[in-house]
């Protein structure tokens, strides 16, 4: 297809020798999949169910964000209301701290919040309201953390989102009383959010193993643990667009190493878990966790060797929000006898897509922060069989007649992990073999 | 653990709770992608067009193409002007529009960027082509919510484009108000029906209900066209359909091409499309069609049919003024007790309005624009019902309440069927009362004991 000149660099062929320039921010008038430093921010911290999560701002961005992400809580539901201060007209002239201060009491009042997060959006950089100032006050008033986000829509891109809700983690844990000595054989998952109950899945193999589980950054979040995440002798960081900047400030602050790792498909869950053992564990950690890889690989591998069969040289495509899922999902489909025929991303940096154009074939297509007209012409050029993306792309999917699957915030059956390979399989095999496909006129280009 | 609401109504300032409203952008670009060929465009961050997109494809399960200006912190200290015209330079190079409607979002609206001017600046620049079409609506979203939005959206169509040539024509416009897209067939069919020429303005139809093809349109065949916005400004009448939706593009199309107006409530329920029905009639000069009126007849045998389960019964509505008016007086005349109305939006007119439909039948109700759902709950906490009308939202209180809900408005992200049956008119009724119905008869059902058991019903 033709591409606009800005967009030239941002496509490629893996083995075309030519670096994708990423990081950058969407053209202006290009119909972008990407969403906003308020939006990055709002995804990481969601998940802290025990925290009161206030939207400073006009009532949009509170409005959209309600209870959009399936990060579920095994206690507390409070992140799932949607607190606005619905800012008016006389607030944007007058200014809107004396709302927030009103909001939060009211608020902190009622529910008796662990901490609060207090996210400022576009306008209030803009009117230049001191939500910093607010915060203090009110945190003297009522004894519980009381922390700002500076997740102005404006300021940059979602992962500069990410970088402020990794701040804000940082904040909490700094607390008077928050830390203490190392735990032995003990580990943060960070960067997991706990969708369809992901988190859940891999603490039970950590624990399975021996190795206790600080802090879930942030999936099934709470305040205290967060705190504690300082004593974690290991971060094992899952989400690494979202995250390695919090890894690397607990590394300089309190000593803790980090690793990178993925729970997305078997062989990159399997060496996430000997990772973990192999750094904070023992001899018995070893071999409790070389007993857990062979028994749940053993329990799934004939599931994954039976849908194989349908799925055998099928064509995926996928369009994700970081680049660290996108490698994984290249390694979890060619385990399904799929190739990725087309990958890209929203937040992927250029180290990234040189990574990922090792893991693929030359002809595949390299893209960072494409658009629907790019994704549907590269759908049909490349006879995909299967689309993984996000909530955008999935009509777009469907209108063309190829299977779909939700990796991101709408997916409702957890991926993570060896019984998660066997759900993404089900899944796979389930869209890309529906018979509704025969159904409709499937008008491609010729191979 | 989700009933968070304690029953305890306190008053409360500048602090909204499970809000019963978005903001204005998003009507915008729901009202854009109306008109055929049309791209809207966000002026402000990135997430606002991101948020809007998606939003919508949950609601309506389709693709929504819209354009950003991708605000930087330096266009949020100088001013949107380059990323607009950038935008106008990959829009029309990259999509292709044939119109762009650009909106603006609290960030521009805050900064003070002038549109018309930046429009013309581009085009004299020639950054938008020759023979392509820009037009804008301000829609801060610190202002009304997102019916403002797309009221002012469908105001601003006719503003830039709308014109008299001198020459009536015999043409009716019909300014449908925020429905969806089975209800603009719907009154296409009506105003066929009475053999009236008519331009709707917008026309979401075959855009938000595009069949599976085997490819995507970008720009999909329904939508309003450029020259029948034209055309508006020519026509003899214009009916619009829900006053706080409608009456702003209505009153333009008067103002700028003395185009005469009236303003009907939204046609659902059966008094309501009584009136839209005799507005048709008295401008087409003809008897209302035997088709139509078999239509009414069978609304009405249904409600007297199933009068037993609906007398009496309580109900809480909520969602936009002009459905929210609608349904109430729908429920009042089945004999059903609205007695909680509430809209997120704005609007005194609409606490009178509600206020005077339920004066001889529910004179204590509690009625109240710019509410939340957090208020909605503690009503009906207060005030138990039997049946609640209104968004998605509403099935946080349906499950702390154990109290059916019947979706109905903007947004509806859990359910399908909203957007390809219609609403208004007598047939959208009955699908309205027949809903109404089927919820008050489960719920009857599972509450019976073993022996009240009924199978005919």
Not at chain 2, 387 to 406: H, N, Q
């Amino acid at each position: 297809m033709d591409l606009l000149t800005d967009r030239q660099g941002s496509v490629a062929r893996a083995g075309d020798g030519r670096a994708i320039v990423a990081g950058r921010r969407s053209v202006a008038g290009s119909v972008s999949q990407r969403a906003c430093t308020f939006c990055g921010s709002r995804v990481v911290l969601y998940p802290i169910a025990d925290a009161l999560h206030l939207v400073h701002g006009p009532v949009g961005c509170a409005g959209y964000t309600w209870d959009i992400r399936g990060a579920l809580s095994s206690g507390p539901q409070l992140h799932r209301l949607s607190f606005s201060t619905d800012m008016r007209e006389q607030e944007v002239i007058r200014g809107g701290e004396k709302s927030l201060a009103h909001a939060l009491r009211v608020l902190i009042g009622r529910h008796r919040p662990a901490c609060a997060f207090v996210y400022a959006t576009c306008i209030v950089g803009v009117i230049g309201d001191d939500v910093g100032a607010v915060c203090r006050t009110i945190e003297a008033e009522t004894g519980i953390p009381v922390i700002p986000v500076a997740s102005e829509g404006f300021k940059g891109t979602k992962k500069d989102g990410y970088a402020a809700a990794c701040g804000a983690l940082l904040d909490l844990m700094g607390r008077p009383g928050a830390g203490g000595p190392t735990i032995p054989k003990s580990v943060n998952i960070v960067g997991d959010f706990n969708v369809a109950g992901e988190s859940w899945l891999i603490r039970s193999y950590l624990e399975r193993m021996g190795i206790e589980v600080v802090a879930c950054l942030t999936g099934d979040g709470r305040v205290d643990d967060i705190q504690r995440a300082p004593r974690a002798a290991l971060n094992l960081v899952q989400c690494a667009g979202s995250m390695t900047r919090l890894a690397k400030a607990m590394r300089d602050r309190w000593n803790i190493p980090f690793e990178q790792v993925s729970f997305i498909g078997l062989e990159d869950t399997a060496a996430a878990l000997y990772k973990a053992a192999e750094l904070v564990g023992d001899a018995d950690t070893l071999a409790r966790t070389r007993e857990l890889v062979r028994s749940e690989m053993a329990a799934v591998k004939p599931e994954l060797a039976r849908l194989r069969t349908d799925l055998e040289g099928r064509r995926a495509a996928l369009y994700v929000g970081g680049a660290f899922k996108a490698f994984s999902l290249v390694r979890a489909l060619r385990q399904l006898g799929m190739r990725t025929v087309m990958a890209g991303t929203q937040t992927g940096g250029g180290d990234d897509y040189e990574h990922l154009k090792s893991l693929v074939d030359p002809d595949t297509i390299i893209a960072d922060d494409t658009n629907p007209l790019e994704l549907a012409a590269f759908l049909q050029s490349e006879r995909v069989d299967l689309f993984i993306g996000g909530v955008k792309e999935r009509p777009i999917a469907y209108k063309l007649g190829i299977g779909f699957c939700d990796h991101n915030h709408e997916r409702k059956i957890g991926l993570a992990g060896f019984a998660g390979m066997v759900s993404f399989a089900r899944e796979v095999h389930a869209t890309v073999t529906s018979p509704v496909w025969s159904l409709m006129p499937r008008q491609r280009v010729a191979p | 653990m989700l009933d968070q609401t304690p029953a305890t109504i306190t008053e409360r300032s500048a602090l909204k709770v499970n809000p019963a409203k978005t903001c204005q952008p998003v009507g915008a670009m729901y009202a854009a992608l109306g008109v055929h060929g049309c791209l809207p465009h966000s002026h402000g961050s990135q997430g606002c067009c991101a948020y809007h997109r998606s939003h919508l494809t949950r609601h309506f399960k389709e693709p929504v193409m819209a354009s950003t200006s991708s605000f930087t912190e330096g266009s949020s200290v100088f001013g949107g002007m380059a990323n607009l015209q950038q935008a106008f330079q990959t829009m029309f190079a990259l999509y292709d529009p044939e119109i762009v409607a650009v909106h603006t979002t609290c960030l521009s609206e805050t900064i003070g960027d002038d549109i018309p001017t930046i429009i013309a600046k581009s085009r004299d620049e020639g950054k938008i082509p020759e023979g392509k079409v820009v037009v804008h609506a301000n829609t801060p979203s610190y202002v009304g919510s997102h019916v403002t939005g797309f009221s002012s959206m469908v105001a601003g169509f006719v503003k830039y484009l709308a014109a008299s040539t001198g020459t009536r024509s015999n043409a009716v416009n019909l300014v449908p108000g925020w429905v969806e897209p089975a209800d603009m067939v719907e009154l296409k069919r009506y105003t066929a029906a009475f053999a009236l020429p008519t331009i709707m303005l917008p026309d979401t139809s075959s855009v938000l209900d595009a069949p599976a093809t085997g490819t995507h349109a970008f720009y999909p065949k329904g939508g309003t066209t450029i020259a029948q916005i034209r055309a508006m400004g020519d026509a003899r009448h214009t009916l619009a359909l829900g006053a706080w939706a409608s009456t702003a593009a209505a009153e333009q199309l008067r103002k700028q091409c003395q185009v005469p107006f009236e303003v009907l409530d939204l046609p659902i329920g059966l008094a309501a499309t009584d009136r839209f029905v005799s507005a048709l009639a008295s401008l087409s000069g003809t008897a209302v069609p035997q088709a139509i009126e078999d239509e009414r007849g069978r609304l009405v045998d249904v409600i007297n049919d199933m009068h037993q389960y609906l007398a009496g019964k309580s109900v809480a509505i909520w969602g936009d003024q002009d459905q929210v008016i609608a349904l109430t007086e729908f429920c009042r005349d089945m004999d059903m007790k609205p007695v909680h109305v509430m809209t997120g939006g704005h609007g005194q007119a609409f606490e009178e309005r509600v206020k005077a439909l339920l004066a001889d039948s529910v004179p204590d109700a509690n009625i109240r624009q710019q509410g939340d759902l957090m208020l909605m709950h503690q009503w009906i906490k207060n005030r138990p019902v039997d049946v609640m009308i209104g968004t998605t939202y509403g099935k946080f209180i349906s499950r702390a309440e154990d109290t059916p809900l019947v979706r109905f408005g903007w947004p509806i992200l859990d359910r399908v069927g909203h957007s390809y049956f219609a609403s208004v008119g007598y047939t959208g009724g009955l699908r309205l009362a027949t809903q109404l119905i089927t919820a008050i008869q489960e719920r009857q059902d599972r509450d019976a004991p073993d022996h009240a058991l009924e199978l005919v019903m």
